[in-house]
Antibody
Framework: QVQLVESGGGVVQPGRSLRLSCAAS????????MHWVRQAPGRGLEWVAV????????YYTDSVKGRFTISRDNSKNTLYLQMNSLRAEDTAVYSC?????????????WGLGTRVTVSS | DIVMTQTPFSLPVTPGEPASISCRSS????????????LDWYLQKPGQSPQLLIY???YRASGVPDRFSGSGSGSDFTLKISRVEAEDVGVYYC?????????FGPGTKVDVK
């Protein structure tokens, strides 16, 4: 079964860190670029970051640059998002998504997401 | 960053009737190197993850009914549903992937009258 399953969300205080994971199954994970997309409560979709199939290229939205790091372990079929210096405005459901080999391909597979709440 | 806008914000529809959603970008999404227009449409049904409907302006994703079509050029785009069905309710988003950061429109909520 082709699927993406996120985990690692929770409630965290401002300034603290959290690492999200996205476990892939049913397809050749190592051949696909992977993205993180988030959705704040009651808001629309916001693209967060992308990593190439081999991890050599990464891009981020401006608001998370220097704070978030996207990475992957192809031996474990898992995508990660290390989130440091968290802010209230990072509160959202974080979903991973994949398209195809290229980092600029459309997203045809999405996970259900994991909720992150940043609050004191 | 490329700014995406959508109209209308909300769209009540009648099953069996057509519907259309507009999307505009702050700059052209045409890649003059390869001739592709990097504009996609997604539908997020209630309680579900988004699903890809249309990619690269006008190509239907796998399994998407042919009542959905995408059109437009440059920075002005339209998603059309020829005959709305009850299962089409949700929030529709356009997204540009011409350049990073990818950006989404604010969404159009479609519901049944």
């Amino acid at each position: 079964q082709v699927q993406l399953v996120e985990s690692g969300g929770g409630v965290v205080q401002p300034g603290r860190s959290l690492r999200l994971s996205c476990a892939a199954s049913g397809f050749t994970f190592s051949g696909y670029a992977m993205h993180w997309v988030r959705q704040a409560p009651g808001r629309g979709l916001e693209w967060v970051a992308v990593i190439s199939y081999d991890g050599s290229n990464k891009y981020y939205t401006d608001s998370v640059k220097g704070r978030f790091t996207i990475s992957r372990d192809n031996s474990k079929n898992t995508l990660y998002l290390q989130m440091n210096s968290l802010r209230a405005e990072d509160t959202a459901v974080y979903s991973c998504a994949s398209g195809a080999r290229n980092i600029d391909d459309p997203f045809d597979l999405w996970g259900l997401g994991t909720r992150v709440t940043v609050s004191s | 960053d490329i700014v995406m806008t959508q109209t209308p914000f909300s769209l009540p529809v009648t099953p069996g009737e057509p519907a259309s959603i507009s999307c505009r970008s702050s700059q052209s999404l045409l890649d003059t190197d390869d001739g592709s227009t990097y504009l996609d449409w997604y539908l997020q049904k209630p309680g579900q993850s988004p699903q890809l409907l249309i990619y690269s302006l006008s190509y239907r994703a796998s399994g998407v009914p042919d009542r959905f079509s995408g059109s437009g050029s440059g920075s002005d785009f339209t998603l059309k549903i020829s005959r709305v069905e009850a299962e089409d309710v949700g929030v529709y988003y356009c997204m540009q992937r011409l350049e990073f950061p990818f950006t989404f429109g604010p969404g159009t909520k479609v519901d049944v009258k």
